[in-house]
């Protein structure tokens, strides 16, 4: 008789996000997955083919989380500013899974960049119908919001000594493009 199935494919990839988010995209391996969910690696290759569809997964859900804490598609209201803010604060409530996933260079770092590109591309594109080039404004605001993002997520800045407001409306308004 075969035995009976007792992990599930949402405990793998709930087991392998804690693991991502405690130790980085790096130590997201088969056996580590396993050694978290206090199991042997099978039930992760009889779920996935192998460690690519499971990573491809998982970036997909952090995409996902990202769209809703930062895009907040919901509110139709939403200001870039606000927008900005949100990636800015998104770095400080998820340090470590900002630093994996945007700050440490891995298999999927491109892809998520060029994600984030477009989504702040479209959102300029949106909210500012005047700007000629939605994307040549991104270019030069990404710079300033992505290393306070990086700064705050490596602790090199406490998010509660600076008006993160304040300097995400400081960052938009140098951008010529944006005024």
């Not at 769209?67 to 900005?84: C, G, L, P, S």
């Not at 949100?86 to 892809?111: K, P, T, V, W």
């Not at 119908?129 to 290393?147: C, H, I, Q, S």
Request: contains cysteine.
């Amino acid at each position: 008789m075969a035995r009976k199935k007792t992990i599930f494919k949402e405990q793998i990839l709930e087991g392998a996000i804690r693991l991502l988010k405690r130790d980085g995209i790096n130590n997201l391996t088969a056996r580590n997955i396993a050694d978290e969910l206090k199991c042997s690696t099978q039930p992760i290759y009889n779920e996935y083919k192998n460690m690519g569809g499971l990573r491809e997964e998982i970036v997909k859900h952090f995409d996902d989380i990202l769209i809703d804490k930062v895009f907040d598609h919901f509110n139709e209201k939403i200001t870039f500013e606000k927008i900005a803010e949100n990636y800015i604060l998104y770095a400080s409530e998820e340090s470590l899974f900002f630093y994996s996933m945007y700050i440490n260079r891995h298999e999927f770092s491109n892809q998520l960049h060029r994600r984030l590109s477009e989504l702040m591309t479209e959102s300029i594109q949106r909210l500012y119908p005047n700007v000629e080039d939605p994307r040549t404004a991104w270019l030069k605001l990404y710079p300033m919001l992505y290393g306070l993002a990086s700064l705050i997520a490596t602790e090199q800045i406490d998010i509660n000594d600076i008006d993160v407001t304040k300097k995400v409306s400081s960052y938009i308004n140098n951008v010529d493009e944006l005024k």
